[in-house]
Every structure is written in structure tokens, then in C-alpha cells.
Nanobody, 125 residues
């Protein structure tokens, strides 16, 4: 299993970015994919997740209404559309995956088994 993030960069406050998580090696939809972020000097934080079986999603409160997680099954890619970005969103963003048959994903990083290398996002004020 492999995850590769892309799409990070520098953006001004109020701007938008779309992160991509290209997946490979997954043989079924019994997985959840999550996006996490880690800002300098802070612990890793769960941002959003999507269950590949039923496309159910979950967001941390600070990004609700601003970020949208989605899946392109044909491209085996998970996206994180980030709008109305704030300097507080500055972090390295990671996607991760875990095997599950539960209906709802979680944004607690405990169950996640496979991680990408991360893509940096910087929001300037």
C-alpha cells in the first residue's frame, strides 16, 4: 500500500488549495483515508477522513465548512479541497489509511497504518 500527497504550497489568507492523495495497492474499499496535519512545534491533528465503502466523511471542527474531502475512484485519488485558508492552517499535511469494515471513519490517528510523506502548506497573512 502506498500513499503519495501533492498540491501543497504557499497561499495568502483567504485563498484555496487542493491537496491530492494518490493511492496504490488497495484491493478493496474496506479502508478509510484520513488527512492529518502537523504544524511546527505542535502535535499531529486529524483534519478529515472518508470511508471508501460508503463515502461517509468526518471533519474536525476547525475546518468544517471550509475543507471538503472527496474521492475520485477512477483515479484512486483522495482530495482535500481547502478554502478560506487561515495562517493557522499552516502545517505539513499527511494522508493516511487503515483497514476497516466499520461504517464511519475516525480522525484519531491511532488506527491508521499507512502514511504518506506529507506536503507542506503555508498560509501567509
Amino acid at each position: 500500500l502506498q500513499l503519495v500527497e501533492s498540491g501543497g504550497g504557499l497561499v495568502q489568507r483567504g485563498g484555496s488549495l487542493r491537496l491530492s492523495c494518490a493511492t496504490s495497492g488497495f484491493t478493496s474499499d474496506d479502508y478509510a483515508i484520513g488527512w492529518f496535519r502537523q504544524a511546527p512545534g505542535k502535535s499531529r491533528e486529524g483534519v478529515s477522513c472518508i470511508d471508501l465503502t460508503d463515502a461517509s466523511t468526518l471533519y474536525t471542527s476547525s475546518v468544517k465548512g471550509r475543507f471538503t474531502i472527496s474521492r475520485d475512484g477512477a483515479k484512486n485519488t483522495i482530495y482535500l479541497q481547502m478554502n478560506s485558508l487561515e495562517p493557522e492552517d499552516t502545517a505539513v499535511y499527511y494522508c493516511a489509511a487503515y483497514y476497516t469494515i466499520q461504517a464511519m471513519c475516525v480522525i484519531d490517528d491511532g488506527p491508521y497504518e499507512v502514511w504518506g510523506q506529507g506536503t507542506p502548506v503555508t498560509v501567509s497573512s
